[in-house]
């Protein structure tokens, strides 16, 4: 433990090796989660309709093993290697050459690489694990968000009771700025998605939105909320934007906000006290 406190050096890379296989359990999480929740979600509405809810084969974040979706072939521990299988493997199947998306060496990547960062900042400390913790749920919840529109309770409850529960030492914020925090995190979006319903009869967001801000809030403390909502609005706008005007993108089909959340809430972890500072100095 003195060597990883005097070797930041070290307790980074170490750091950044063991997050790489935390991005290959989010990339089964990102792809599994909402399979369950709709499973779930069918046996829900089975019982309410009286009908008998027929038994599934186990189906969750443990079993049954990675396979690949075209040929049915079990992943082996050599080709579950994080980065080093996909490469040696070509980016196909071993069995049947379909081709493996590049996306989950990406997301192994960014696991690595921001875990990494948040490491090198706040060394071997408490900071550091809550900083892991909450970058690898915003990374899970931002690419199932992005693939379903959806950000699971399961995922965005937890996060703000983890937040509140983490903050009770004051690690990134106070616990009274923490609880403001994740009341005005879920209170603005709330109040935006009612303003918005009732001028325009649409639904500009979905509630996982106002969880995943007042998660935000939880964590880092009211004061970085304006960064976080600053820099996701001004960007999802920005790719909103070029999505309809360049690629014409339906503006009927919705766009998911969570990445964007997640993204801003990622750079205020980082850097938003700096942010605010350098805006405050303006003044």
């Not at 069918?42 to 049954?64: I, K, N, T």
């Amino acid at each position: 433990m003195e060597l990883l406190h005097t070797e930041p050096a070290l307790f980074t890379g170490l750091v950044f090796l063991f997050s790489l296989l935390i991005g290959s359990f989010l990339n089964v999480a990102i792809h599994r989660l909402p399979k369950m929740m709709e499973a779930e979600w069918h046996a829900q509405c089975a019982e309410l309709r009286g009908e008998p809810v027929a038994e599934s084969p186990r189906y969750d974040l443990w079993a049954p093993r990675s396979a690949c979706p075209q040929c049915g072939h079990q992943i082996t521990a050599l080709e579950n290697i994080p980065l080093l299988s996909w490469l040696w493997l070509r980016g196909r199947c071993s069995a049947c050459r379909t081709p493996i998306s590049a996306r989950y060496p990406l997301v192994e990547l960014l696991t690595a690489l921001l875990s990494a960062v948040a490491a090198w900042k706040w060394g071997l400390s408490v900071q550091t694990l809550g900083a892991l913790l909450l970058v690898w749920a915003l990374i899970a919840l931002a690419f199932i968000d992005l693939d379903t529109t959806l950000l699971p309770d399961s995922l965005t409850l937890p996060l703000v009771w983890l937040g509140l529960l983490f903050n009770l030492g004051g690690h990134f914020a106070s616990l009274p700025d923490a609880v403001v925090g994740a009341i005005a995190g879920y209170g603005v979006l709330w109040s935006v998605y009612w303003l918005f319903k009732l001028v325009t009869g649409k639904e500009g967001m979905g509630y996982g939105d106002f969880k995943l801000l007042g998660a935000i809030g939880a964590w880092l403390g009211w004061q970085l909320l304006p960064v976080t909502l600053l820099l996701s609005s001004v960007v999802g706008a920005a790719i909103g934007i070029a999505m309809i005007v360049l690629v014409k993108h339906d503006r009927r089909v919705p766009i998911p906000f969570g990445p964007y959340l997640a993204g801003g809430g990622l750079v205020a972890l980082f850097f938003g006290a700096e942010l605010t500072q350098a805006y405050l100095a303006q003044f």
